[in-house]
């Protein structure tokens, strides 16, 4: 089985407020379905919710009324996305079925808790398709907090133990430096702890989750021998179901742990 999180960055525009790439997401979920692999699917908030939660601090949790009224807004804008993403995957065939982070799973001081897996299990053994994404999830220490697609990620791996994790971007894999600022970038195709300290993790759009460096990071933590976890480009016609089906493609794999 293979874990797959569709990145904020590819399946909307992060720096428009709640922009929809429709056309890019459609045909991913149709890479999806050709590959014939079975998943499980994540995917991130992007502009539906970065950007009210960096101007409220949402990620720091509560310390003022004013951030209440957009907590809700924010639930209400990526449950919207999701309802989108979902509407691709069975027009491609694919039967999926939301299952919104923040009704299944808490916080403690921004760890993520989830003590009844039961509802991803029973939709996975009858053959849908589970999808989770980046949400506001209350939290017992903080009041709330943001709950990334990564570290709903890291929290599937555990339950699932998938053969292989997919982290689908907007570019080729990591880099050395940002490929969008800098022309000279050369891209990583592994990635290290060594490397990960090396690498500049600044980011000029709206991320209020750690933007590349917790990628990273997150990708090192669920990797193993036995796991293959994997950084490619969603917006490159192909490329996810050429990776899905095993084929060789720029892409950047974690080695050795964190």
């Known amino acids: 089985m293979i874990l797959i999180k569709l990145g904020g960055s590819v399946i909307t525009d992060k720096s428009q407020y709640r922009t929809f790439n429709r056309d890019v997401v459609r045909r991913l979920c149709k890479e999806i379905k050709d590959s014939g692999k079975e998943v499980v699917i994540v995917h991130g908030a992007g502009s539906f919710g970065h950007v009210l939660a960096k101007e409220y601090s949402l990620q720091h949790g509560y310390h003022d009324p004013e951030q209440i009224p957009a907590v809700a807004r924010v639930q209400y804008d990526v449950r919207e996305l999701n309802h989108m993403v979902i509407r691709e995957l069975l027009d491609a065939g694919i039967p999926a079925i939301s299952i919104p982070t923040g009704s299944c799973f808490m916080m403690r001081d921004g760890k993520l808790i989830l003590d009844d897996p039961d509802v991803l299990f029973s939709a996975s053994e009858k053959g849908m398709v589970p999808v989770m994404f980046g949400d506001v999830v209350f939290d017992m220490s903080k009041g709330f907090g943001i709950c990334s697609g990564d570290q709903i990620i890291e929290v599937l791996c555990d339950l699932y133990d998938p053969d292989r994790v997919v982290f689908v971007s907007d570019v080729d894999?990591?880099?050395?430096?940002?490929?969008?600022?800098?022309?000279?970038?050369?891209?990583?195709?592994?990635?290290?702890?060594?490397?990960?300290?090396k690498v500049s993790s600044t980011s000029a759009v709206a991320d209020v989750t750690g933007g590349v460096r917790a990628k990273m990071e997150a990708m090192l933590r669920i990797t193993s021998s036995e796991r293959d976890c994997v950084l490619v480009n969603g917006a490159v016609p192909g490329r996810l179901c050429s990776l899905l089906k095993g084929e060789r493609v720029i892409s950047t794999r974690a080695k050795g742990g964190l």
């Open 173 to 197: 894999g990591l880099f050395d430096k940002d490929p969008k600022t800098n022309p000279g970038a050369k891209l990583l195709p592994e990635v290290t702890s060594e490397i990960l300290k």
